[in-house]
Every structure is written in structure tokens, then in C-alpha cells.
């Protein structure tokens, strides 16, 4: 054998050899899940939760910790800068891969989301809808848009922030409607959800996960699922698109993933341990009573689940001009 090609499978072994190690002595200490959101939000929620399950099984604490800011980046550009070994992990919404093409040149601290961070696993989904204050008197899309169409100015709806995955489905079926929405934005889901119970603006685009207690309760009405399927969570809520709305379909994903260099074998690692948690029914059970779906999966699927949104919210984004608050 040539004494290159000899040296390059040296490498490559030894490479196999010292990641192997890592695994095996994996983990040394605390691992950290830091969150790029304030604590109560579905992000930390699904963090917590997990995390209560996985210190047993790695025989470690789990640590959560929130690093809001930045539309996530705040937090994402924390993780990337921690040691690449495994013990320091962002539980991050798919909005980081939104968040690069909304913010202002720079605001991201030179983060690649796509370069600095390698992805782990997919932990869980929480359905995009919908919803209605009853005082608007509609009980289905169609009504909804037959009402827009005949307001001056068209209807108000709410969102939480300019580039949310909330913000582009109401842009989505206004365009996929032909009609007038006027876009309210909030700076979060909290205050988005407290003023459409309010009557203050009576339609909301929002993840099942903020408001599933006032589904529950009838104080908001679901008219849609915005998902390419309808939810296993709200099984008789059908989709915007099976009622015709082409194309209005977003997503809202909650993924594991940790420094670019970690090691194969302990991201391999953690990925099994995080796919043990999540097939657990108790936790299953309480992600869904919280209006989230758990759902593992591989590296390479959410590795493609980041590299589509990035690529579909880069080019949405662009089409209808939309900029950070």
C-alpha cells in the first residue's frame, strides 16, 4: 500500500479507535441541555422532561439551562462554542433554522447553523394551528376566510414575532386565499395567546403545545391543522391543505444537537439513549399533555429535517420580505 493511502487509514482508524474511547468513557460529568428560550415554553418543557429520564440512564445529572436571546442564536452560539465531547447539548425548535435569513447581518455572531452544529437526535413535533377566539362567531377556515373577505381591511391575526413559523402561515394563506390579514406581532407565545383570549385580536396562528389547556376548555376554537397531515393529538381538526389551502403548511420540530467535532460514537450514543426516553409511554404521555408528539429518529433525519427547513423558511422568507422585529 502506497504510504499516503497507509497513512490516511492510520488516521482513520485511530480516529475510530479514540472515538470508541470517548463513547465508552461517556459521559464524565453533568450534561448540560441549554435551551434558547425562557423556561415555560415548549422548548424547556420538552427539555425538562427528557432530561428526568435520561439521567438514570447515563448515569449523570441532566442540567437545563435557558440562554434566551437572538431568536435562539443566543443559546445555538453557546453550544457551539462549548467542548465538542458530548456533554454540553442545545434542545432547540426548528425556528433556528428560520432565524439566519430574518435577523440583521451579524446578529447571529458569525453562527453557521448548519456548519457549528451537527445534529443528534429528533425528540418531538407540536402541531401548528389554527384557532379562533369564539367571539369571532367562525367555526371552520372557510368561514374565516369568507369573513376576510368581506372586511374592510381584511381580518387581524396574531402571531409570535415577525419570521415565526406562526407569522409565515398566515402569510401563506393569505396568499393561498386571496385575501386581507393583518398581522399582529407579539413578542412570544405568552402574550400572542393572552390577547386573543382577550378578544384583543381573535385569530392566532400557535403551536398545540401554547394553548392545548384553552382547546380543552373552549375559551379558543381549533378551525385547522397548518401541517402537511392532520395530528394523532387533535385527530378530528382537519388540515388547511385537505380544505383546498395549497401549500399552507408549516412545522414545528424540537431537535438534540451539539458541537461540530463531537464524536460519531458519542453522538451515536446519545441518539440511543434519547430514542430509549422518548419510546418510554409515561413520557410520551406527558409531552402530549403538553400538546407535544414525541418522536425520535435518527442523525441523518434530522440532519435533512434541518437542512429542508433551511432551505423551504430561506426561500419563503425571501418571497414575502419578512424581517426580524
Known sequence: MPSKLLARALSVVAAFVVGVAHAQGFPTKPVTIIVPFPPGAGPDFAARAIG???????GQPVIVENRPGVGGMAGANAVAKAPADGHTLLLTPNTLMI???????????GLNV????????PVGSTPMLLV????????????LVALAKKSPGGVAYASAGNGSPMHIAGELLKKSAGI??????????????TDTLGGQVKVLFV???????????????????????RTPLLPDVPTLVELGFRDVAVDAWYGVLAPKGTP???IAKLNDELNAVLAMPD?????????IQARGGTVAQLGAQMRDDHARYGKIIREFGIQAD
Open 132 to 143: 379562533v377566539n369564539p367571539q369571532l362567531g367562525v367555526k371552520t377556515a372557510q368561514e
Open 180 to 193: 386581507d390579514l393583518l398581522h399582529v406581532p407579539y413578542k412570544g407565545v405568552a402574550p400572542a395567546v
Open 283 to 291: 413520557l410520551e404521555e406527558r409531552l402530549a399533555g403538553a400538546g
Open 114 to 121: 448548519l456548519a457549528d452544529l451537527v445534529p443528534v437526535a
Open 52 to 58: 428526568e429520564k435520561l439521567s438514570p440512564r447515563i
Open 99 to 109: 432565524a439566519p435569513h430574518i435577523l440583521p447581518k451579524g446578529a447571529g455572531a
Open 207 to 229: 403551536a398545540l403545545g401554547g394553548v392545548a389547556q384553552h382547546i380543552k376548555s373552549g375559551k379558543l376554537v381549533p378551525l385547522a391543522v397548518v401541517e402537511q397531515k
Open 264 to 266: 460519531d460514537a458519542v
